[in-house]
């Protein structure tokens, strides 16, 4: 017996699917693939993050957007809903459309055990390839945890952790330094490596 192949849709259908759609679901390759809603303690790391960023790039000419927004990692292939995505300069739509940006500078996603693979994986080597890409950011969401890549050059990253919260996430082109006190506010974690709320 044959498997029956999944519905392969064009990318006009998945945003026309998508604008009526009461959840947000990410496209690749001609496929449709349903988000998962986010936890308390998620959507509460994801609102300090933004805060964070807005307060430490105030008069430095960048946008940030939570994660209603597209971003097109690939032109008709792959479009997907950061947590977070940071423009620097002028924001430069996809496809016409004003919720599809072209040009993230800085990319953040909170991990979650369901999505960490994903994110740190194929997500990341496909965000890799966004040329106006620089800077992509993890944040653990069970543990004060945070991950910086950094672009140095073509097909070079570097990489930076900081699991204090004593510490700071520090973005050296932008001039900044993002407190882990400021991405964890509110959050407690205990002994099992769980966090609260």
């Given at each position: ?118 994110d740190r994986g194929s997500k990341f080597k496909a965000y ?70």
């Amino acid at each position: 017996m044959e498997l029956a192949k999944p519905k392969r849709f064009t990318p006009e259908e998945y945003f026309k699917l998508e604008t009526a759609s009461e959840t947000k679901n990410e496209f690749y390759h001609g496929e449709i693939f349903a988000m998962t809603g986010a936890s308390l303690r998620h959507n509460l790391i994801v609102s300090n993050i933004i805060t964070a960023f807005n307060n430490a790039l105030r008069g430095k000419g960048c946008f940030v957007f939570p994660s209603d927004i597209k971003v097109e990692v690939d032109f008709d292939r792959h479009y997907v809903y950061p947590d977070v995505t940071i423009v620097c300069g002028e924001v430069e739509t996809a496809r016409g459309r004003n919720d599809v940006i072209g040009n993230p500078r800085i990319i953040v996603e909170v991990l979650s055990r369901s999505t960490q693979d994903y994110d740190r994986g194929s997500k990341f080597k496909a965000y890799r390839n966004l040329p106006s890409l620089t800077d992509f950011i993890t944040a653990d969401q069970y543990s004060p945890f945070v991950e910086h890549f950094r672009k140095k050059g073509p097909g070079f990253w570097t990489l930076q952790e900081c699991s204090v919260l004593k510490g700071s996430l520090v973005l050296s082109d932008f001039q900044i330094k993002v407190p882990l006190s400021d991405i964890y506010d509110r959050v407690t974690f205990d002994d099992a490596g769980t966090g609260a709320p």
